[in-house]
């Protein structure tokens, strides 16, 4: 009942820029926090930024100071601005949500993921 879709990967060169958008929408009660994970050829799947719904943030040390994430509530909605990219952030990129459906029942949602790359 409940769907995230995501938008904004693509190629960039590195110190380039791309803005990541996920979008929530079904039966939402409350969305407790929204996130983004990302996982790079070979490697395990990886926490890059959080967002609570009181606007608490929390980034991996690795996108501290290039990474922005925010949400906009009334469309709920998520975004990461990747700024100064490095060939090091290539990787699909997922966004999560914990959402609280109007039945009360609170779970994990993931999007079909997005692929970003940063590549001369």
């Known amino acids: 009942q409940v769907q995230l879709v995501e938008s904004g990967g693509g190629l960039v060169q590195p110190g380039g820029s791309l803005r990541l958008s996920c979008a929530a929408s079904?039966?939402?009660?409350?969305?407790?926090?929204m996130g983004w994970y990302r996982q790079a050829p070979g490697k395990e799947r990886e926490s890059v930024a959080a967002?609570?719904?009181?606007?608490?943030?929390n980034y991996a040390d690795s996108v501290k100071g290039r990474f922005t994430i925010s949400r906009d509530n009334a469309k709920n909605t998520v975004y990461l601005q990747m700024n100064s990219l490095k060939p090091e952030d290539t990787a699909d990129y997922y966004c999560?949500?914990?959402?609280?459906?109007?039945?009360?029942?609170?779970?994990?949602?993931w999007g079909q993921g997005t692929q970003v790359t940063v590549s001369s």
């Open positions: 999560n949500a914990e959402i609280t459906s109007y039945t009360y029942v609170t779970s994990r949602y």
């Open positions: 079904g039966s939402i009660f409350n969305i407790r926090s």
């Open positions: 967002i609570t719904s009181s606007g608490t943030t």
